[in-house]
């Protein structure tokens, strides 16, 4: 009989890739049954006769857990349960010498969940969450203004491979004018493994962004958007950069040391707005009854989706919205000096 053995100079967690092979068929048929997310137990039923038994047993429960993790936080986010999602991810995200490949991936998510489970929570104005913003799921607290309590909800759908989420959905009056929105409380945008976080991010006119830097090196944030153009400069670890925002559409965000770098951010001039979740669900609280102009941006459309809205003294609901994945690319991504990128200078 063959011992099983950790071969010499692995790196723990190089069992992953195959552990999750073997695992992924038989947890995907068990995810949808009833009875919930399978297989948390643990000990694993592995058995252990060898000191490199052991050490492989050890090692497969890290990798079991790293799954259950991942993936279970991802089912309660798809669900819409984000205090649960954000519990696993964070959770995730605490166990030592975590591969950077899941940090990356779920460090994106984590901050939606985060966005999500405080608007499900309907947070007070200082917690930078503007009138109408909310939540695709979960029920608002209740509140003796009836128009408080009138909602517009909907789905998005498509964006390409980037799905629907983050979509900017707001809405604007058609029958008479639109209450000018506020300056929300300061937003963050970090900088973590040379990825934006969040991705998107939609604000009012006149908000203050701050842009900070969580990586071990330098970043160097730059838009060379018409009227919102700017330029951080370059910034070190731990330090910050603010911007404020005051006209109207997408500002697209890059770093001129690392070309991989995007996001947005989208400000709005109306203040019933919000962002779709995940999948693609959406809710803006505190509409009241009237004819509107439904508008949704999404990265990878060409243009904004429009429709007409009639909200009614009780909501409106169901309101679908398709977004197409026609942007073009473009040619080459631009240095902040409007210049393509030449790697031979370390880019």
């Not at 909907?154 to 390409?160: D, N, Q, V």
């Not at 976080?197 to 958007?225: C, E, K, M, Q, Y």
Request: hydrophobic share 40%; charged share 20%; glycine share 10%.
């Amino acid at each position: 009989m063959v011992k099983p053995r950790l071969g010499r100079g692995r790196r723990p967690w190089t069992l992953s890739l195959t552990l999750l092979a073997t695992m992924t068929a038989s947890t995907r048929a068990q995810a949808a049954a009833p009875t919930g997310w399978p297989g948390e137990e643990m000990p694993l039923p592995l058995a252990v006769k060898t000191p490199a038994d052991l050490a492989l047993k050890t090692e497969a429960e890290r990798q079991y857990l790293i799954f259950n993790l991942l993936a279970g936080g991802k089912v309660a986010f798809d669900a819409g349960d984000f205090s649960k999602a954000m519990k696993k991810w964070e959770a995730l995200l605490r166990l030592p010498e975590l591969p950077a490949a899941v940090e990356k991936v779920v460090r994106p998510l984590l901050a939606e969940a985060q966005h999500g489970a405080r608007d499900v929570a309907v947070l007070p104005l200082s917690e930078g969450i503007p009138p109408g913003a909310g939540a695709p799921i979960g029920a608002a607290k209740p509140s003796p203004d009836p128009v408080a309590r009138t909602v517009v909800s909907g789905t998005a759908s498509g964006g390409g491979e980037l799905g629907p989420g983050g979509t900017v959905v707001w809405l604007k009056r058609a029958d008479g004018p639109t209450p000018r929105p506020r300056p929300g409380k300061r937003r963050a945008i970090s900088q973590k493994n040379k990825v934006f976080i969040p991705r998107v991010l939609a604000v009012t006119a006149g908000t203050t962004v701050d842009f900070r830097n969580d990586d071990d090196f330098f970043h160097n944030v730059f838009s060379l958007n018409d009227g919102a153009k700017f330029d951080t400069g370059l910034y070190q670890a731990g330090t910050t950069y603010s911007q404020t925002f005051s006209k109207p559409g997408p500002v697209q965000l890059l770093c001129n040391i690392h070309a991989s770098m995007v996001a947005y951010v989208y400000v709005v001039d109306s203040p019933y707005y919000t962002q779709a979740a995940g999948n693609g669900a959406f809710i803006i609280k505190g509409v009241p009854p009237g004819e509107y102009e439904l508008s949704a941006w999404h990265e990878a459309s060409a243009n904004v989706v429009r429709k007409r809205v009639v909200v009614r003294p009780e909501g409106a609901t169901g309101v679908n919205v398709a977004i197409p994945a026609d942007k073009r690319s473009p040619p080459f991504v631009p240095d902040k000096y409007g210049k393509p990128r030449q790697p031979n200078v370390g880019y």
